[in-house]
């Protein structure tokens, strides 16, 4: 699993920026589901095509604001 800070939605694509600044595209199709991360629901995770999961650094609702 990584985590990720930061994400934003880039025309079909999911921008994430890591931990070392790094930035990383996702294609939107490629996330398979989405659930909070943790019981404060501040974060998270996005279970990716190939059975990769990752931590996104945001609330539940701010995630799924990048599909609609």
Do not use: Y
């Amino acid at each position: 699993m990584s985590d990720l800070l930061t994400g934003e939605r880039v025309g079909g694509f999911l921008l994430f920026v890591d931990q070392d600044g790094l930035r990383h595209a996702v294609r939107v199709n490629t996330v398979l589901a989405l659930s909070d991360g943790d019981t404060g629901q501040d974060t998270t995770v996005l279970v990716l095509s190939g059975g990769r999961a990752v931590v996104v650094q945001l609330p539940l609702d701010k995630a799924l604001s990048w599909f609609q």
